[in-house]
């Protein structure tokens, strides 16, 4: 089957292709590297001639309201006319657990408003609303930093590896449109703020962590489980302290080699 990956050379469309091939599809990656380019939809309608599938990973470049709103709309509304004049049967985008929780935050708004879209379209469809990555809890301590304190809203969060969500887009892929959403998030819940404390005492980052419940994320307060699944999510199986004992090396080249499509 041929299945094409809108975002396909970032960090979960990498994984993505390498997943769909192990299992004997033909997994086509694309992004503006390989001359596709959803935005102005130069190279969509060559790159999903006799596609099957099209899996959307992709990621706004800027995370400024009006920046990222129009990213996602544009994006998507280009992918569904495209899919549509190609005959393609199945729409699969990733999304964000919680994005129709907090409106205060301009991406999430830009993620339901992407959903919105998904949903209106004449396209069979499956949403994969995932919780955040464990590659990203380093980034999320540095962009909460003032000095050496790291403030961090003490609510439940349940992210998940990377690995684990590229596995779950991947059956969503392969199996019958989902016609509705389904959310994976990882195997064990915790405190926010104690989850940014292992990252950076496995780190031997010496930063202290504060919490405070009104630090914001993704530029919105938080209340206790705006960010975690409802009970029927999927699981991943990769607990935070075993992708810790990853080398150290080998995680940050899984961050360092994301690229935005």
């Not at 991406?107 to 469809?125: F, G, N, T, V």
């Not at 780190?203 to 994320?217: G, K, L, S, T, W």
Request: proline share 6%.
């Amino acid at each position: 089957m041929r299945v094409v990956i809108i975002g396909g050379s970032g960090l979960i469309g990498s994984k993505l292709v390498a997943r769909l091939r192990e299992k004997g599809n033909e997994a086509v990656p694309a992004s503006p590297h390989s001359g596709v380019d959803t935005l102005t939809g130069e190279g969509l309608a060559e790159v999903l001639t006799g596609t099957a599938v099209v899996v959307d990973v992709s990621n706004s470049p800027s995370f400024e309201d009006a920046a990222v709103l129009k990213f996602f709309e544009t994006s998507t509304v280009n992918q569904l006319a495209a899919e549509a004049a190609a005959g393609v049967g199945h729409h699969v985008a990733l999304s964000v657990v919680g994005c129709d929780r907090v409106p205060e935050s301009g991406y999430l708004r830009a993620k339901a408003a992407q959903e919105k879209l998904i949903r209106d379209s004449s396209i069979p469809y499956s949403i994969v609303r995932a919780t955040q990555f464990f590659e990203f809890v380093n980034r999320i301590a540095d962009e909460a930093t003032v000095g050496n304190a790291v403030r961090i809203p003490p609510v439940l969060f349940q992210p998940m590896a990377a690995d684990d969500v590229a596995s779950a887009v991947c059956r969503v892929a392969l199996g019958p449109p989902l016609k509705g959403i389904v959310e994976v998030a990882g195997p064990e819940r915790f405190r926010f703020d104690e989850l940014i404390k292992l990252g950076l005492r496995a780190r031997r980052d010496p930063r202290e962590v504060i919490a405070d419940p009104h630090a914001r994320y993704f530029g919105a307060e938080l209340s206790e489980r705006m960010l975690v699944p409802g009970g029927d999510a999927r699981l991943g199986e990769i607990r935070f302290e075993d992708w810790l004992r990853q080398p150290a090396a080998e995680r940050a080249a899984l961050v360092s080699g994301v690229r935005r499509a």
